[in-house]
C-alpha cells in the first residue's frame, strides 16, 4: 500500500494510475502518518507484520530483501533437525572477507593483537587495493591509477594469508566460507565486501555515462574533460544509497575548477542531479544548505529530489519520472549499489538489501559472525542509515577486530563503535571543507563543518600518504 502525506484522494489516483501501479495509493492528508512513521524524508518504507507490529521502517529500500523478509515471516517452522555444525580445524582462524578499507584494516589489527597460531585469512577477488577517495583526483589528472593501489599480496608479510578468490557461499550454521579456491572454516568471520556497482541496471550506462567510481571510469572522465569545448556537464545519481555521499559534489566542485582552468568554463554547464532532498542529508540542514551555496556560488545547477527514469543515448538524455529531460554531452554517474550476490543468497540480506548489525558491535545476528563498511547498513536514531564511508569501516574494523582477539583470549570484549565520522570535501583550486561530528547523537547528527581553505586540502593529501604507507 502507498501512502501519499498532504496528498488528495484524487492526486493519489493519478499517481497510481500513471505508474500502472496494483496496489492501493491511499492520501494522508494531514500527514499522520507521514509523521508517526517518517522523519520527514520521501520515499519510506515500512514493512508491518501479521501481528500488526512495525518490522522495518527506514528511507532505504531493496526489493530483494524486502521480499526475502515478507517470506521469512510467513514460513512455517522447519521440523526437520538442523543440519550438524562441522568440526573446525584445531587452528583457530578469522576469516575477512574483502580487501577494501575494513578489511584490510580488520586484518592488519587481528594479526597485532592475536598469536601466531591463530589463522588470520583474507579473501578478495581483487589481487590489489584501491583507495578510492585519490580516483576524484584522477578524473582531473592530478593522480595516476598506479599511485593509489596496492597489491593485498604483500600482506603476506605481515603474517596475514591472502586469497584471490571470489566468495560464492556462506554456511553460517556450519561456519563455512566457500571460494573459488576452496572452502575455509572459520572460527569467526568479518563480512567487509563492500557495495557492488550495478551500472548493468541503468539502461544505456555503457553508450552514455561514465562509471565515477571506477579507475578506468575516472580515466575516461579526464580524457572527455580534457576534450570538452563547451556543451554541458552533468553529474547523475540514479538511485540511494551510494558509498561517499559527498564524492558527486566533490566532483561536480573538481570538474568546475578544471573547466575553469583550462579557459572553456563560460561555454560550459555543470548540472548535478540527485533524489536527495539536499547534499549529505544524514548531516544537519546547515551542512547541506552551505554546500548547496557553495554550489551556487560556483554556478553549478543541482538539481535535488531528481527521480531518475532513463537513459537516452541517441539524443544523449537524462530522464526524470515526469518525462522531463536534460540533454548532456558528458556524463559522470554513480553507478547504483546493491549487496554482492553472495550476502544477497544469504541469511544475512537484511530489508534494506543489506546487512543488518548492532549499532555498537556490527555483530549480526549470527553467533561470531560481523559485517562493517559499505555491506552493512545501521539504523540511527532519526531512521536513516549511516552513510556508506570508508572512515567508518576503518573505525568499525577496529571495533571488530579488537572483539574478536578479545573474545579470542578470553578477555572482556568491551569495544564497541561510537558513530563518530569525518570527511573531507575537496572543492578544487587546491581548497578542501572539512565536516565531522558524532553521527550516533540522539535525535539527529551532530556534525559541524569548518570553514573551506588550503590547509585541509593539504591535511586530506597527508591522510592519503598516511594511509598507503601505514596499512602497507
Known amino acids: 500500500m502507498g501512502l501519499g502525506p498532504f496528498e488528495t484522494e484524487e492526486a493519489c489516483r493519478a499517481w497510481r494510475e500513471e505508474f500502472e501501479l496494483e496496489f492501493p495509493v491511499l492520501p494522508d492528508r494531514d500527514g499522520v502518518l507521514f509523521r508517526a512513521f517518517t522523519n520527514g524524508w520521501v520515499p519510506w518504507s515500512v514493512l508491518v507484520g501479521p501481528d500488526g507490529k512495525v518490522v522495518f521502517s527506514e528511507n532505504e529500500f531493496d526489493e530483494s530483501g524486502f521480499s526475502s523478509a515478507i517470506r521469512r515471516m510467513y514460513e512455517r517452522p522447519s521440523e526437520t533437525k538442523p543440519a550438524e555444525r562441522r568440526r573446525v580445524a584445531s587452528a583457530r582462524c578469522t576469516v575477512v572477507l574483502g580487501g577494501g578499507t575494513g578489511g584490510v584494516v580488520a586484518a592488519r589489527v587481528l594479526r597485532r593483537r592475536l598469536p601466531a597460531d ?64 576452496g572452502d575455509l572454516d572459520y572460527d569467526s568471520l568479518v563480512v567487509s565486501l563492500g557495495a557492488e556497482l550495478a551500472s548493468e541496471t541503468v539502461g544505456g550506462f555503457d553508450d552514455m555515462a561514465l562509471d565515477l567510481y571506477s579507475r578506468e571510469g575516472c580515466s575516461r572522465i579526464h580524457a572527455a574533460l580534457q576534450e570538452l569545448d563547451e556543451g ?97 554531452d558528458v556524463l559522470l554517474c554513480v553507478p547504483p ?7 544477497r543468497s544469504s541469511p544475512l540480506l537484511g530489508l534494506s538489501g543489506f546487512v543488518h548489525v548492532d549499532p555498537r558491535t556490527l555483530r549480526t545476528e549470527y553467533e561470531d559472525v560481523y559485517a562493517i563498511g559499505d555491506v552493512a547498513t545501521i539504523r540511527l536514531p532519526n531512521g536513516m542509515a549511516l552513510p556508506k564511508a570508508g572512515v567508518f569501516a576503518h573505525a568499525e574494523a577496529k571495533v571488530v577486530a579488537r572483539r574478536i582477539a578479545d573474545a579470542a583470549e578470553g578477555r572482556t570484549a568491551d569495544n564497541t563503535f561510537d558513530g563518530h565520522g569525518y570527511c573531507w570535501i575537496e572543492l578544487g583550486d587546491g581548497r578542501a571543507g572539512f565536516a565531522g561530528g558524532d553521527f550516533y547523537a540522539d535525535p539527529e547528527p551532530q556534525v559541524r563543518m569548518r570553514r573551506p581553505g588550503r590547509a585541509l586540502h593539504w591535511g586530506k593529501v597527508a591522510f592519503e600518504k598516511w594511509w598507503l604507507r601505514h596499512w602497507f
Open 337 to 343: 549499489h546493491r549487496a554482492p550476490e553472495v550476502v
Open 118 to 181: 591463530h589463522r588470520i585469512v583474507l579473501v578478495d577477488r581483487s589481487a590489489i587495493h584501491v583507495y578510492q577517495p585519490s580516483m576524484l583526483w584522477q578524473m582531473v589528472g592530478e593522480r595516476r591509477p598506479s599511485e593509489f593501489v596496492r597489491p593485498l599480496e604483500s600482506l603476506q608479510r605481515r603474517g596475514i594469508e591472502f586469497r584471490n578468490a571470489d566468495v560464492r557461499t556462506l554456511d553460517l550454521e556450519n561456519r563455512v566460507v566457500g571460494t573459488t579456491a
Open 232 to 328: 554541458v556537464v552533468a553529474i547523475l545519481v540514479p538511485a540511494m544509497p551510494f558509498k561517499c555521499p559527498a564524492a558527486p559534489y566533490e566532483a561536480a566542485f573538481l570538474a568546475e575548477a578544471f573547466l575553469r582552468q583550462k579557459g572553456i568554463r563560460r561555454k560550459v554547464e555543470i548540472h548535478l542531479f540527485t533524489p536527495e532532498h539536499t547534499p549529505m542529508p544524514v548531516a544537519p540542514a546547515a551542512v547541506g544548505d552551505t554546500i548547496a551555496e557553495m554550489l551556487a556560488a560556483r554556478g553549478i545547477h543541482y538539481h535535488s529530489l531528481f527521480t531518475f527514469q532513463e537513459l537516452r543515448p541517441e539524443t544523449r538524455e537524462v530522464v526524470a519520472s515526469d518525462g522531463r529531460a536534460h540533454h548532456v
